[in-house]
């Protein structure tokens, strides 16, 4: 069964740091696409960053650019999210995604259609607060 399990999330200051895991399991991170999203409180979903293990090409939004990192260890099959210079408005519960068929663009910002990844995992609350 595959299935995606996030783990790291909590309580931190702003200016704080804080790093995201995701394991997979069922499935290996090869030849797929990656991304971390986030939902705050009666927001939308956002994007922060996905990563394309295929072709090594990379999105990261801007409310986030030169603060968040995305990487993989594929021996272990882990996706992690490196954060940095945190806010409050970094609030929310972050996910992350894998799928075999979307690129990073499809995935990160999709058209208009575009289904979703496939593969989700349950999410992980990080909260910015002093």
């Known amino acids: 069964q595959p299935q995606l399990v996030e783990s790291g999330g909590g309580l931190v200051q702003p200016g704080g740091t804080l790093r995201l895991s995701c394991a997979a399991s069922g499935f290996t991170l090869e030849n797929t696409a990656v991304g971390w999203f986030r939902q705050a409180p009666g927001k939308a979903r956002e994007a922060v960053s996905c990563?394309?293990?295929?072709?090594?090409?990379?999105y990261t939004g801007d409310s986030v650019k030169g603060r968040f990192t995305i990487s993989t260890d594929n021996a272990k099959s882990s996706v992690y999210l490196e954060m940095s210079g945190l806010k409050a408005e970094d609030t929310g519960k972050y996910f992350c995604?894998?799928?075999?068929?979307?690129?990073?663009?499809?995935?990160?910002?999709?058209?208009?259609?575009?289904?979703?990844?496939?593969?989700w995992g349950q999410g992980a609350q990080v909260t910015v607060s002093s």
């Open positions: 995604a894998a799928d075999f068929a979307l690129t990073v663009q499809g995935m990160c910002t999709p058209l208009r259609g575009t289904p979703p990844p496939v593969y």
């Open positions: 990563l394309s293990l295929r072709d090594g090409s990379l």
